[in-house]
């Protein structure tokens, strides 16, 4: 096996880990559920990340997603400069908002208006918000499995069973912040039905990542969207597409488009950014002049619909044409046979589940259809997966339960070296 050199990485690790909680700004980094060094990484170019160690491997973190053209693209960085030449930040009015909004109510169903943030969470939050007040209820459903942003009132998992009360999965959250919170397993209509027959005058809004990446790749099964669809508008509930991973990812549009499902609210972010920070949430005009000024729904940011921001974005969406998604489908399509092909000459028994350019290996010898069956596959595995692939110079999530993502940097060759890796790390797999 080979090994890799990270006494550079060490040295910045241990002085991070001083300054910063675990060394870092966002907890998955710290490759806590693989074991390890995380690595720091001095550049990144296309589908290639480069080490502070000079060591070079193909990525399929693409920042979570956020990469979609791929690293230090020359169209983005150019906008970015351009941008930051006429200044960073004006905390006032300025034409690159209206050129970023209009491409995202061109692309995203049912987002007929759009209000800018700084993050995925920030739009969670304010989504949560505009529904309560739309709505004058205050219950939220979500799903196990389903990550909407470190917002409090939806950090929390459900016991066993629908009629359990709910407990906070973060320490710091009052139960009093996921009180009106009820967790359903996803993929399980009769769970939401008993749901709403119990709450369903008292239910805001129903908030669903349509295509779950946040506990690995997880598709929804045939009638599970238009079943949310229908129930909310039955309630008068909002339905919320958390559209943030895979909005402009798995399509065009996003989830909404491929599954035919138009939410109320969609929240945004990821990509909408093109690697800087920005999420968004949007809708029907309606309800988002229920938002201030117009309306009563207070929500505000001192760099929301910044001027780098919006132009790196606006460079990303306009840059992205059908081209783009048949490459990262075709490519995507090549990765999931390549993998599944390895796994079948090893005799590992391994669920590679696929929308577009969002792909998982789940270590699982059934499908995984929620979170219980994502919890199932063999994590210790994983680990080992991931650093034989590590030295080889692919660069893995951190994580057995996070999607991988490619950018349309991502090469042919990049994926048959991809495959061949994932094959020789299979074989010097231990357990
Ligand atoms: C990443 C993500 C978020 C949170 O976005 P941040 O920008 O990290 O705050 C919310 N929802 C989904 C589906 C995500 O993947």
Known sequence: MSHLQTEGSQRL???ASQLMPGGV??????????GGTPLFISRAKGSHLFDVDGNEYIDYVSSWGAVILGHADDAI??????AAQGGTSFGASHEGELKLATEVVKRMPGVEMVRFVNSGTEASLAALRLARAATGRTKIVKFEGCYHGAVDALLSKSGSGVATLDVPDSAGVPTESIQSTITA??????????????????????????VAGNMGVVLPDQGFLPFLREITSQYGAILIMDEVMTGFRVSIGGASQVHNIIGDLVTMGKIIGGGLPVGAYGGKKELMELVAPVGPVY???TLSGNPLAMAAGYAALSHLTQTQYVQLENRGARLQSGLQNALLKHN??????RSGSMISVFFNPNPVTDFSSAQQSDKALFASVFHNLLAKGVYLP???????????SHSEDDIERTIVAFEESLEEAQN
Request: hydrophobic residues 45%.
């Open 25 to 34: 700004n966002s907890p998955v980094r710290a490759f806590r559920a693989v």
């Open 348 to 353: 590992r028994r391994a669920q590679v589940q």
């Open 77 to 82: 960085n150019l906008a970015i400069s351009e």
């Open 13 to 15: 690790y241990e002085a």
């Open 185 to 210: 397993p996803f993929n399980n209509s009769a769970a939401i039905e008993e749901i709403f027959n119990h709450h369903g005058k008292d239910i805001a809004a129903l908030i669903v990542e349509p």
């Open 398 to 408: 951190p994580s057995a339960l996070e999607a991988w993502f490619l950018n349309c």
């Open 299 to 301: 929500q505000a940011g």
